[in-house]
C-alpha cells in the first residue's frame, strides 16, 4: 500500500466507517443511496440515442421512487420478495431500482440481451414475483417453449401492451403522499443475481445491504471518485460490474453519473466523452479496444481525469494507445460476482502506484489477498503461480457465505477451515507486491467483459435435434479479448455445413443470449475426454490455439 503510514490509518479509518454506516441495525438501503443527499444534486444524466440528455436530480428520484414503492406494495409485494427488472438504460429503471429498495424487497438483475430460456431460469430459481420490463423486452415474458404459461410471476411493463402485464404508468399514478424508507439493517438482501461457472447451472448470489461499503470503498479507492466528477461506468447493469459500480458506487458517493440508453459506437462513446465533459470513465477493455482499432479521431477538449478497466486484463498495448490517444493510462481492477473488486490499480491518491505492464495491482484496503500453493492451503513465495485467495481473516469487507441452494459448489469457495475464499483464478505476485493474472481454473469465458459459462452455451448447443454432444472454449480476439468457438459432434445422419454452422450460431442467439453465441461451429468426429468422462476444455483451447498460430490469416473473428 503507498502513502504514509497516517495515510494508511486514514484509509483503515474509512473502511471501519463504511461498515459501521452500512451495517448498522437501522439501515436503510434508499436511504444510503438516495435520501441522505441533497435533493436538488444531479443523481444521473439520461443520454438518448440521439444524444439528446434527461436529468434526474435526488429529489426527483427520491418522489418517483416513493410512488413507484407505493405501485409495489399496492401489488402485495413485500420486504423480502424477490422482483427482477428486464430493462435498458433509463430513468423508469431507476426509479424502479430504488422503488425495489425503498420497499425493502431484493432486486433480481436480468440482462437485456438473454433469451427466453435463461430468463425464465432466473425468474424461477430466484422466486421471483413481479418483472418490470421495457415494451422491447415484454415479448420474451411471453408464455411459449421456454416460459412458463402458469408463470407464478406478474408482469409491468412501459409498453402498450396490456393483455397480460401492469402499466408501469399506473404503479407511478397513486398519490404522492411520502413514504418511508424500509428500514432493513446491514444483513438483509437487497440483490439476488446469477453468476455462471463451467459445470452446472447458474449460480445464485445474495447481496446484502453491508456489501455497499465495500462497493462504496471502491468507487472512492479504486475509482477515485470525488466531488466535482462527472462518472461514466460504459457497463452493462444487467451484470454485476455495471450493477455494483455502475449504480450502487455512484449512488452511494453521491457522483453525478450517466447513463447512455443505446448501444456502443467508438463514434457515440468518444461524442459523449466530449460533450458532457466526463470526468472519470470506467469500462470493460473490449471498448478501449474497440476505440484503438476504430481509427476514430479523439475529440479536443478531453476533460478525462481518470480512466479504469474491469472484467477481463488489460494488455499492455491499449495502454500504450490510451497514454497519447486520452491524454491518461488506464488502470485495471480485478474482482468477482461474489465479492466486489478486490485488487486494483488504484486512482486514489494514497494508493496509486506506477503501472506495471500487465499487472492488476495492489489488494484494496479492506481486503487481505494471497497466491496458495496448487495443492496446500498456504501462501506461496513471489514469482510462484498459484491459486489467488483472500484471506477472510483479515478481510471486513468480505460479504459473500454461500450459493444459495447449492451448497457443494459454496464448499468448493472456501478453503483452509473458512479461512481462504478461493478466486477461481491463478496468478503470482512480484517482489514489490503487484499481482499478475495467469488463467482461469474454471474455464469461465470473459467476452467483452461478460463472464460466460461454457456450459449454459453447451446445453443450448446440445439441444439442436442435430447435436450429439458439443464444448466451448475461448479464443484470442483482438477487439473483444474473448470469443466463443464452439465444437460440435453431431448425431448419425446430420452433415456438418457452414449453414449448420449459421444455424447453431442462431439457435444459440435466440434461446440463450444474443451476446453468447460462437463466433465459430467446429464439426468434429469425438471431444477429447478423461477417463472419468469430463470434457477437457483444456486440450481444445490448446489444440485450437496451435491452429491460430500456424495459420494467423484465418485466425480471427
Known amino acids: 500500500m503507498a502513502g504514509s503510514s497516517a495515510g494508511n490509518d486514514a484509509l483503515i479509518a474509512r473502511v471501519q466507517e463504511l461498515l459501521t454506516l452500512t451495517g448498522a441495525g437501522d439501515a436503510s438501503a434508499a436511504n444510503l443511496l438516495c435520501d441522505r443527499h441533497d435533493p436538488g444534486a444531479l443523481a444521473y444524466r439520461m443520454i438518448a440515442d440521439d444524444l439528446s440528455i434527461l436529468d434526474l436530480s435526488y429529489g426527483e428520484l427520491r418522489a418517483r421512487s416513493e410512488q413507484f414503492a407505493r405501485g409495489l406494495r399496492a401489488q402485495g409485494i413485500e420486504p423480502g420478495d424477490r422482483v427482477a427488472a428486464l430493462m435498458g438504460k433509463s430513468w423508469q429503471y431507476l426509479v424502479a431500482l430504488l422503488g425495489i429498495w425503498r420497499l425493502g424487497a431484493v432486486y433480481v438483475p436480468l440482462f437485456t440481451a438473454f433469451a427466453p430460456a435463461a430468463i425464465a431460469f432466473r425468474l424461477r430459481e430466484s422466486g ?91 468507487g472512492e479507492f479504486g475509482l477515485g471518485l470525488e466531488p466535482g466528477d462527472l462518472y461514466w461506468c460504459g457497463a452493462d447493469p444487467g451484470w454485476a460490474y455495471g450493477l455494483y459500480f455502475g449504480i450502487l458506487a455512484s449512488l452511494s458517493t453521491g ?37 484503438r482499432t476504430s481509427g476514430v479521431a479523439v475529440p479536443p477538449g478531453l476533460e478525462l481525469r481518470k480512466a479504469s478497466s474491469a472484467g477481463e486484463p488489460l494488455t499492455p498495448e491499449v495502454n500504450e494507445w490510451a497514454t497519447t490517444a486520452l491524454g491518461i493510462p488506464i488502470l485495471d481492477h480485478y474482482g468477482q460476482t461474489e465479492a466486489g473488486m478486490l485488487i486494483n490499480n488504484h486512482h486514489h491518491p494514497l494508493l496509486r502506484q506506477p503501472i506495471k505492464p500487465g499487472s492488476m495491482g495492489h489488494v484494496m484496503p479492506g481486503w487481505s489477498a494471497a497466491v496458495l500453493d496448487e495443492h496446500q492451503d498456504e501462501p506461496v513465495g513471489p514469482g510462484v503461480v498459484g491459486r489467488v ?81 458439443c464444448a466451448v472454449i475461448a479464443t484470442p480476439d483482438e477487439v473483444r479479448g474473448e470469443v466463443i468457438e464452439a465444437f460440435v459432434v453431431l448425431r448419425d445422419g446430420a452433415a456438418g455445413s457452414d449453414a449448420l454452422g449459421e444455424e447453431v450460431k442462431v439457435w444459440v442467439k435466440t434461446r440463450y443470449a444474443a451476446h453468447a453465441y460462437p463466433r465459430r461451429v467446429h464439426f468434429v468426429d469425438e471431444l477429447p475426454k478423461t477417463p472419468s468422462g469430463k470434457i477437457q476444455r483444456v486440450e481444445l483451447r490448446e489444440r485450437r490455439r496451435r491452429e491460430i498460430a500456424a495459420t494467423p490469416a484465418r485466425g480471427g473473428r
Open 128 to 218: 421471483t414475483r413481479l418483472v418490470i420490463c421495457d415494451a422491447a423486452q415484454q415479448p420474451k415474458l411471453a408464455p411459449g417453449e421456454d416460459m412458463p404459461a402458469d408463470a407464478p410471476w406478474r408482469v409491468v411493463t412501459t409498453g402498450p401492451d396490456l393483455a397480460s402485464a401492469i402499466a408501469y404508468d399506473a404503479l407511478m399514478s397513486g398519490d404522492a403522499t411520502p413514504m418511508p424508507a424500509a428500514v432493513t439493517g446491514g444483513d438483509a438482501p437487497i440483490i439476488h443475481i446469477f453468476t455462471s461457472g463451467t459445470t452446472g447451472k447458474p449460480k445464485g448470489v445474495v447481496v446484502p445491504l453491508r456489501a455497499l461499503a465495500s462497493f462504496q470503498a471502491y
Open 255 to 291: 457522483t453525478p453519473s450517466l447513463l447512455l440508453h443505446g448501444g456502443f459506437t467508438p463514434e457515440t462513446t468518444l461524442a459523449v466523452l466530449a460533450g458532457q465533459g466526463v470526468t472519470n470513465f470506467a469500462a470493460a477493455p473490449t471498448v478501449y479496444r474497440a476505440l
Open 389 to 469: 485467495a483472500m484471506d477472510l481473516h483479515h478481510s471486513p469487507l468480505a460479504w459473500f457465505e454461500r450459493y444459495e441452494g447449492d451448497p457443494a459448489k459454496s464448499a468448493e469457495k472456501f478453503a483452509g477451515a473458512g479461512r481462504w475464499y478461493i478466486t477461481g483464478d491463478t496468478g503470482w505476485i512480484d517482489e514489490e507486491g503487484y499481482f499478475h493474472f495467469s488463467a482461469r481454473d474454471d474455464d469461465v469465458i470473459i467476452m467483452a467483459g461478460y463472464r460466460i459459462g461454457p456450459f449454459d452455451v453447451e446445453s443450448v448447443i446440445a439441444a439442436h435435434p442435430a447435436v450429439a454432444e
